[in-house]
C-alpha cells in the first residue's frame, strides 16, 4: 500500500520465461490482472471498464475506490474527475477505439448529464487522457488526437471555467511480454482527495485533488 492505496506498479517489468509457472505469475503480477482477480474473489471497490464503454461511480470512504480499464493499444482513455455537492469525487472513465470519438464523447456527455444535478460546478474538473503516442526525433508525443479538444469542449458546457488537462501519450510498439495497458484511478478511501492515476506502461502520477 502507498498510504491507504494499494500500490499495484511494479519496479521492474519481468521478462518472458522457458518456466510456464513463472509466466502464470508473472502474468498475475500487472496492474490489470492484480485488480482483476481481486473482483473475482468479491471486492466490490474495485470498478472495471470494458472497451468502448463509459462507466460513472461515486467515490466513497466505504464503497468504489478504483476504477480502471485495460487493454489499451490504441484506443483513447479518458478520465474525469469532478466533485459532489456532497464533497465525494465523481470518477468517469471511458475506453474508445480512436475512430469512435463521437461515441466517446457521447457516452462521457450521457454520464455527466445524469449526475449533472448532483455536480459541484463550481470546481474544476481534472482531465486525464492516455492516448496512443509516436517518437518525434527522439521525443515521445502524443499522436495527434481530436478527442482531447473535443472534450474538453463537452466540459465547457457543463463547467464554464473549463477543466485541468492532462494529456499522457503511451506507446504501441515494442511492448514487453508483460506490459500492463491498464488506465488506473486509486482513491484513498481514507483521504478521498488523494488520487493515484496508473497509466499505460505503470507510469504513476499522484494527484492532490484539493490543488
Not at 171 to 196: C, E, H, V
Request: charged letters at 20%.
Amino acid at each position: 500500500m502507498v498510504g491507504n492505496i494499494r500500490n499495484l506498479t511494479r519496479t521492474v517489468v519481468p521478462k518472458i520465461s522457458t518456466n510456464a509457472k513463472e509466466n502464470i505469475t508473472n502474468i498475475n503480477s500487472m496492474p490489470e490482472m492484480v485488480l482483476h482477480n481481486l473482483m473475482t474473489n468479491g471486492d466490490k471497490s474495485i470498478v472495471h471498464v470494458d472497451m468502448n464503454d463509459c462507466a460513472a461511480v461515486k467515490i466513497t470512504p466505504d464503497g468504489v475506490n478504483t476504477i480502471y480499464t485495460d487493454a489499451l493499444n490504441g484506443c483513447n482513455s479518458v478520465g474525469i474527475i469532478a466533485k459532489l455537492k456532497s464533497g465525494n469525487p465523481l470518477a468517469i472513465l471511458s475506453h474508445f477505439v480512436p475512430t469512435d470519438t463521437k461515441g466517446q464523447v457521447k457516452a462521457i456527455e450521457k454520464q455527466l448529464d445524469s449526475y449533472e444535478s448532483h455536480i459541484d460546478k463550481r470546481y474544476k474538473p481534472k482531465l486525464f487522457f492516455n492516448i496512443r503516442g509516436f517518437n518525434d526525433y527522439g521525443k515521445f508525443e502524443a499522436v495527434p488526437n481530436e478527442i482531447v479538444d473535443n472534450i474538453k469542449s463537452l466540459i465547457s458546457k457543463f463547467f464554464p471555467q473549463g477543466g485541468d488537462t492532462c494529456v499522457t501519450p503511451y506507446p504501441t510498439k515494442g511492448r514487453g511480454a508483460f506490459f500492463s495497458s491498464a488506465n488506473i484511478f486509486q482513491f484513498d478511501p481514507q483521504n478521498l482527495t488523494q488520487l493515484k492515476v496508473t497509466n499505460v506502461g505503470e507510469e504513476e502520477k499522484f494527484i492532490d485533488l484539493c490543488v
